[in-house]
């Protein structure tokens, strides 16, 4: 059929002004009888790796409320948005979802950087943020709920096990941007405490592959242990590349990081066995309830669904908090929802363990593990039960000053 | 002394990986005048072959060597046959395309493999220098690289094939005259390219990520290279990979990453001030 | 400065045709869209002008800077950085014209007195973006300070203050007054573009992109001509940038990533290089079709980089000379009233000599 150029724009044409003039108005409007939520993960771009997972998470959570009658009877609905790693989409569906949409909850963005974009917004139209990734700590806003683990959760239980089983000198390596240099920062402080030294912190920006010239560095500093907060894709080389000088068995790793991109599946056998990662979740973790939500998950999505991790789970961890708040509230209006959730005694237990959302910081109390890899499985050997999110307390009270909006570094 | 050393192999590791991104776009760009911005794609594509070959049982080195170019090759035929034989000549009009093509193939990739797959570990093993321990397969990529640039120097200088070739790309009337078919020509030339940038992927491929989006990180160091080596693509590129490489790789052991990369860029800009067609331009001016 | 304005000739009919939707699109604005529409549209007029600034250059002056993206983050950095530190927005508005420009000034001495051109141009701006790209991605120490702003690195800087009106920097503008002076901003600039291309300094500008060698012996110092014209893109590009930062109150060192820099080329080779409308119209239709996608359920199932990636081949496979030029000739074929004269009697020609389409 030989389409010709007139007719093909004519039809491009109508198609492009009719998608314009449709993205305008809401793509339903919202009943109501139902509650909307939106979630706000990439999917596609570099981050997919992370957005992905979440967004399934997320959906099957309200797939196991709607099944289990909703929440004070209404159905809930999620729209999902692909911001396809880009801040900009971030910005602008975060104004889609709060004003255009009237979610009730967005649950969303990825990285620090994504979540500041959307945290000022979200305030601003009083619409509730839940962020639910491991992060560096410090945000202290009311209207945003944070079931990730902040770093000092985070560092203490990698901390403890590298100097206290591995040795006295570490050497830190981590991807350039504030988390990592907050993150490398606690280790520090946690190295004063335990009687230990950091030698060195090096830090690269996350598109370099080369890694011959601080692995030689690394060899010439002769640590005990190496703590690694390497983020992406392209730090992925890094493990490959001292795998491949033989360093894997000579200078053991300690990560905070390593297994959030699942790089312990993209690594064969031979090039990951031994390392050790602490994080708030594995999959592998024993307790019945962990068990049916993977059997469940996989059940839902295939046997080959991605592996989950500390960051995938968190899309699933994030929705069931804030539903437990509704229940409590009795409605889904966002006041009273945030005055349940602040209450105190919103407990609630799921495939991470027991998790407390603590009024004075927003935050999640929670349990922490450590665990090494062997054959591309995660062995725990070691856990924290009920870390505090006490990074920023010295300035954050919630409970004595709500107006407060900020996200804060600690004072180390 | 084994500072040095390391320092010397170091340096060699940064330059030879830069040539290598850079082998078929010196071929693709430099001799055929093509804006393929689907070239890190290109080189995905090659890694993906060899990791998905030899995660299947099938030898690395016959999917690093012969599997990933094979595959990749066909790929470049088939899009230079569908899609970029229309824009010859109009180099911004490949630019649109090819980075539509580019999008496109990070599509599929994900779409079939998801967003990660289990890469392959690199061979050889490892040997001891002193007081540092280095990757034997990293050396011998050094070696094999040199080899594949004397190739392409051979090829394209003392076959008929690069002779057509190079004859096709400088007139094309009157290579068709003497009853070359030029279509021909830059559909086996751009298969050439393509298949090179799949080695390139396939040889990188143990010591680097395989995610759908691994392109990005290829795609403007390899087009700042190859186009500040100037008109004579394949020589400029070796010449501006050694200077670029050198200088990369020994700021970055003295300093930062970062401050190796600005460096690096700041390199090119002074180079090119000092000779705006490239290196080529001036020096080695009549070289391939 | 001598400018030509004759109200017969179809170009001028054209200019007032745009320029009547303009100011409908002004005056109407506000009214018609609601809060969440009108926000997208300040962005909208943001990356307009950012194309509008691309046009002028490339389509216009003959330099293909792929860095464009460099001047667009200069601005919006400089008004972040500037309306932090004075706390009142109407200097900072003009830094983010100031500083690009003049950074253009400098860059395009090096350029331009050491006679670079074409690809070699075009990877010297690419090379100065991404080093502004990795350079500013590693501020997130504490260190990297200018006055009270921090860099902020990777993350970028947040809860930016938004303009105020002039001299009263507590009353902060609602977004129906940033459309406004967004859109009048938008109006100035590409009147401005106009009435400069029928100036002797624009008619210049052309002849050098026609024929450089040419204009030379005509007596022109085609280097100077291209710096300023350069500058003036690179001006109109920070003032993009600072638009930029009052949608979102937000920037970060992505702006001056590859990704932006190649769809700013994109925008005018798909909405007609040589026209100033058309990359306006391409930066509308490409953002909107990102906007689209990522809301799209069956596009997550089958991926958004394959739709996408799909459309922009079919597209250029179809469409090869541009959006504007296109419709133009669609315009001329099938809407008689625009045409002039001749255009009519050449339209009668090519149908029939030509057949169907």
């Known amino acids: 059929m030989k389409l010709s150029r007139r007719s093909v724009l004519k039809g491009a044409g109508a198609g492009l002004g009719t998608a314009f003039a449709a993205s305008l108005f809401p793509q339903v409007s919202k009943a109501d009888d139902e509650i909307v939520i939106a979630s706000l993960f990439d999917q596609s771009g570099g981050l997919d790796i992370y957005g992905t997972p979440m967004t399934m998470t997320c959906e099957l959570a309200v797939e196991e409320l709607n099944a289990a009658g909703g929440l004070n009877g209404k159905k809930i609905r999620l729209i999902k948005y692909d911001p396809q790693s880009n801040m900009q989409l971030y910005a602008q569906y975060a104004q889609e979802a709060a004003l255009k949409e009237k979610v009730d909850l967005v649950h969303g963005a990825i990285t620090s950087a994504s979540r500041e974009v959307i945290r000022p917004i979200l305030s601003r139209y009083k619409t509730m943020l839940w962020y639910s990734v491991i992060y560096e700590g410090g945000v202290c806003d009311i209207n945003n709920f944070v079931s990730g683990v902040g770093a000092q959760q985070w560092v203490k239980p990698a901390a403890e096990f590298g100097f206290k089983n591995r040795g006295k000198k570490a050497y830190y390596i981590g991807a350039d941007y504030n988390a990592p240099q907050i993150i490398g920062k606690w280790l520090e402080k946690f190295s004063g405490d335990l009687g230990g030294t950091v030698l060195q912190r090096d830090h690269f920006p996350l598109d370099v592959t080369e890694f011959g010239p601080a692995i030689a560095k690394i060899q010439e500093a002769k640590p005990d242990w190496l703590a690694t907060c390497l983020v992406g894709a392209a730090h992925m080389g890094f493990y490959r590349q001292w795998a491949a000088a033989g360093m894997l068995n000579k200078i053991p790793i300690v990560s905070s990081t390593f297994g959030v991109g699942n790089e312990h599946m993209q690594l064969t056998a031979e090039e990951s066995n031994g390392i050790v990662s602490a994080q708030p979740y594995f999959q592998e973790i024993e307790l019945p309830a962990n068990k049916a939500f993977v059997a469940r998950y996989h059940a839902r999505y295939g046997s080959d669904a991605p592996y989950l991790n500390s960051v995938g789970i968190g899309g699933y961890l994030g929705t069931m908090l804030w539903a437990e708040g509704v229940k409590k509230a009795g409605t889904h209006e966002r006041g009273p929802v945030m005055d349940a959730l602040r209450s105190g005694d919103i407990a609630w237990d799921g495939p991470a363990g027991h998790m407390v959302v603590d009024p004075v910081t927003n935050h999640v109390i929670q349990d922490m593990h450590v665990a090494e890899v062997q054959n591309q499985t995660w062995n725990i050997f070691k856990s924290y039960s009920q870390l505090y999110p006490g990074d920023v307390i010295d300035r954050c009270d919630l409970t004595k000053t709500p107006d407060m909006n900020a996200h804060l570094e600690p004072i180390l | 002394m084994d500072t040095v050393a390391l320092l010397i192999i170091e340096v060699l590791n940064g330059i030879s990986s830069l040539a290598l991104t850079c082998a078929g776009l010196a071929i693709i760009f430099g001799m055929m005048r093509v804006i393929n911005f689907a070239h890190g794609e290109f080189m995905m594509l090659g890694g993906y072959t060899t990791v998905v070959a030899t995660n299947a049982g099938v030898n690395i080195w016959i999917s690093m060597l012969i599997l990933s170019p094979l595959v990749v090759g066909i790929i470049g035929i088939l899009s230079e046959r569908l899609i970029i034989r229309f824009f010859y000549g109009r180099m911004v009009d490949t630019l649109i395309a090819t980075w539509g093509l580019s999008l496109l193939l990070i599509g599929i990739v994900t779409a079939i493999f998801g967003n990660y797959i289990t890469g392959v570990s690199a061979p050889l093993g490892n040997f001891a220098l002193g007081q540092y321990q280095l990757s034997v397969y990293r050396l011998v990529l050094i070696g094999l690289v040199a080899l594949l640039f004397v190739g392409i120097y051979l090829v394209f200088t003392r076959t008929r094939l690069g002779l057509i070739a190079r004859g096709t790309m400088q007139n094309p009337n009157q290579a068709a005259a003497l009853g070359i078919s030029p279509p021909r020509v830059y559909m086996v030339t751009f298969g050439i390219g393509a298949a090179l940038t799949g080695l390139a992927g396939g040889l990188l491929a143990p010591i680097s990520q395989i995610i759908p989006t691994v392109g990005f990180t290829y795609v403007a160091q390899a087009f700042i290279t190859v186009i500040t080596g100037g008109t004579g693509a394949v020589t400029g590129t070796i010449i501006a990979s050694g200077i670029f490489g050198t200088v990369r790789q020994l700021v970055t052991y003295e300093t930062t990453p970062i401050i190796g990369g600005v460096v690096l860029l700041i390199v090119a800009v002074v180079v090119l001030r000092l000779l705006p067609q490239g290196i080529t331009g001036k020096i080695f001016r009549r070289s391939l | ?357």
């Open chain 3, 1 to 357: 400065m001598k400018i030509a304005l004759n109200l017969n000739s179809w170009n001028t009919r054209g200019l007032i045709f745009v320029g009547v939707l303009m100011l409908a699109l002004l005056l109407g604005g506000p009214e018609v869209f609601d809060l969440f529409v009108l926000l997208k549209v300040i962005l909208f007029i943001s990356t307009a002008m950012l194309a509008l600034s691309m046009a002028f250059i490339w389509g216009f002056g003959g330099i293909l800077c792929f860095g464009q993206s460099a001047f667009f983050g200069l601005g919006a950095y400089a008004y972040a950085i500037g309306v932090i530190n004075i706390g009142e927005s109407t200097v900072p508005i003009l830094l983010s014209v100031l500083v690009p420009a003049g950074f253009a000034i400098l860059l395009g001495y090096f350029i331009f007195y050491g006679r670079l051109s074409d690809i070699y141009l075009a990877v010297v701006t690419l090379a100065v973006t991404l080093i502004l790209y990795a350079f500013i991605r590693s501020t997130s120490g504490e260190e990297y300070v200018i006055g009270s702003a921090r860099l902020m690195g990777f993350n970028g800087i947040s809860s930016i203050p938004v303009f105020n009106w002039p001299g009263f920097p507590n009353s902060p503008l609602w977004p129906d007054d940033i459309f406004y002076v967004a859109m009048t901003l938008l109006i100035l600039v590409y009147f401005g573009f106009r009435v400069l291309l029928r100036s002797r300094f624009g008619r210049v500008v052309v002849a050098i992109k026609e024929n450089e060698t040419r204009a030379e012996y005509l007596g022109y110092d085609v280097r100077f001509y291209k710096m300023i014209t350069f500058s003036i893109g690179a001006g109109v590009a920070g003032l993009a940038g600072c638009l930029f930062v009052s949608f979102n109150n937000f920037i970060n060192p992505d702006v001056f990533a590859l990704g932006l820099a190649a769809q700013i080329i994109m925008w005018v080779l798909i909405g007609g290089v040589g026209t100033l409308v058309g990359p306006m119209l391409g930066s509308l239709a490409l953002q909107m079709l990102y906007n689209w996608l990522g809301t799209q359920s069956f596009v997550s199932f089958l991926n958004t980089y394959l739709v996408f990636g799909a459309i922009i081949l079919f597209f250029v496979l179809a469409v090869p000379q541009g959006l504007q030029p296109t419709a133009r000739l669609l315009a001329l074929r099938f809407l008689p009233f625009t045409r002039s004269p001749e255009e009519a009697e050449e339209a009668d020609r090519a149908r029939q000599g030509a057949g169907d389409d």
